[in-house]
């Protein structure tokens, strides 16, 4: 005999605003987020906690789960509310400068947002703005002969793609990344390694560093493509 499995529970956007019983709705959701991503704006992602939240609200931890379940709840509706930030035009009719647009503005968001790259990479979600986002995507690329399972591996690597070059910005402004270059040019000096050498004294590549984003992700936005 097979073990039965649970049902799956939905998705906070699949469920009631608030609990069906209990008093008179306080608070909302929009509410809830805006203060646990004013938090995490603050004091990075580790500071969220139902009880912070509450806090900053002014009401008890208990409360709060009349409205969301669970911490991971909160989580997906802290990256669906940044995905209203985005400012969707209609296509022009290039596919490939549209996508480019729509990256250039999540880089901006999760700059904004240091804590949103981890979310992206490691708990992506997908509630109304972010369904906004992708329905978006999906028409600036209507006319592209491309397979629908393509499509959405483009705006599967559109999102991720950004969200990495942002968490490596980040990390290469800091005292590590100043260690790990200083420990790569003594490597590239001993000489042992003969292609780290030859990377590290190859001319440097045309045009300024900032220009890399755009070519990486063109590039690997033609290859999924095709």
Not at 35 to 57: F, I, K, N, Q, Y
Not at 161 to 170: C, I, P, R, S
């Given at each position: 005999?097979?073990?039965?499995?649970?049902?799956?529970?939905?998705?906070?956007?699949?469920?009631?605003?608030?609990?069906?019983?209990?008093?008179?709705a306080?608070?909302?959701?929009?509410?809830?987020?805006?203060?646990?991503v004013?938090?995490?704006?603050?004091?990075?992602?580790?500071?969220?906690?139902?009880?912070?939240?509450?806090?900053?609200?002014g009401?008890g931890?208990?409360?709060?789960?009349?409205?969301?379940?669970?911490?991971?709840?909160?989580?997906?509706?802290?990256?669906?509310?940044?995905?209203?930030?985005?400012?969707?035009?209609?296509p022009?009719?290039?596919?490939q400068?549209d996508?480019?647009?729509?990256?250039?503005?999540?880089?901006?968001?999760?700059?904004?947002?240091?804590?949103?790259?981890?979310?992206?990479?490691?708990?992506?979600?997908?509630?109304?703005?972010?369904?906004?986002?992708?329905?978006?995507?999906?028409?600036t690329?209507?006319?592209?002969?491309?397979?629908?399972?393509?499509?959405?591996?483009?705006?599967?690597?559109?999102?991720?793609?950004?969200?990495?070059?942002?968490?490596?910005?980040?990390?290469?402004?800091?005292?590590?990344?100043?260690?790990?270059?200083a420990?790569?040019?003594?490597?590239?000096?001993?000489?042992?390694?003969?292609?780290?050498?030859?990377?590290?004294?190859?001319s440097?590549?045309?045009?300024?560093?900032?220009?890399?984003?755009?070519?990486?992700?063109?590039?690997?936005?033609?290859?999924?493509?095709?």
């Amino acid at each position: 005999m097979t073990e039965q499995q649970e049902p799956a529970i939905p998705v906070i956007w699949m469920r009631p605003e608030q609990a069906p019983v209990g008093r008179p709705a306080e608070r909302s959701r929009a509410e809830i987020t805006a203060a646990a991503v004013e938090l995490a704006d603050r004091e990075g992602l580790e500071a969220v906690s139902m009880r912070r939240v509450a806090s900053a609200l002014g009401t008890g931890a208990a409360s709060l789960y009349r409205y969301v379940a669970t911490r991971d709840d909160l989580l997906d509706l802290m990256t669906d509310s940044t995905a209203s930030e985005y400012d969707l035009p209609a296509p022009s009719g290039d596919w490939q400068a549209d996508l480019l647009a729509v990256a250039h503005q999540a880089r901006h968001i999760m700059r904004r947002h240091p804590w949103l790259p981890a979310l992206v990479i490691g708990r992506p979600a997908l509630g109304p703005h972010g369904i906004d986002l992708l329905e978006h995507v999906l028409g600036t690329l209507a006319g592209h002969p491309a397979t629908p399972a393509r499509k959405l591996e483009a705006f599967a690597l559109l999102c991720g793609l950004t969200a990495l070059f942002v968490q490596n910005e980040t990390a290469t402004t800091g005292s590590g990344a100043t260690r790990q270059s200083a420990y790569l040019h003594h490597v590239a000096a001993a000489g042992t390694h003969p292609h780290i050498t030859a990377l590290l004294t190859a001319s440097p590549p045309e045009g300024p560093p900032g220009d890399r984003f755009e070519t990486v992700l063109a590039r690997a936005l033609a290859g999924v493509l095709g």
